[in-house]
């Protein structure tokens, strides 16, 4: 059950995300200052949410992210996301592991 109802949360979430994505695309002038004086709050109202959820502890790894991870110390990936898109401007780059293959032993 718990499967179903974070499916259909995340797809609200990415609808919503593509309807603002349109109307900034596709709006008039007016609708679009209409869009800047109601969504911006509720933007800015979620990222400093989501950021709150993924605070540094006293050693300063995230309580949310540090709990799952098994090796080392990582940034926590949504503080380096905020900082791309708000402060850097810049799209994430996606990195993918290699993974080498090793010779077969016979």
């Not at 919503?16 to 209409?34: C, E, G, N, W």
């Not at 959820?53 to 300063?60: M, S, T, V």
């Amino acid at each position: 059950m718990d499967e179903v109802l974070d499916q259909a949360l995340r797809a609200a979430v990415r609808k919503r995300l593509d309807y603002f994505d349109a109307l900034v695309h596709q709006a008039d002038d007016p609708s679009k200052s209409s869009l800047a004086d109601t969504v911006i709050p509720q933007l800015t109202g979620a990222w400093r949410d989501l950021l709150a959820a993924h605070e540094p502890d006293e050693r300063g790894l995230c309580r949310t992210c540090s709990a799952r991870r098994l090796f080392g110390r990582a940034r926590c990936t949504v503080w380096q996301a905020a900082h791309l898109r708000l402060i850097a401007d810049e799209r994430p780059v996606v990195r993918r592991r290699r993974f080498r293959c090793r010779p077969a032993a016979f």
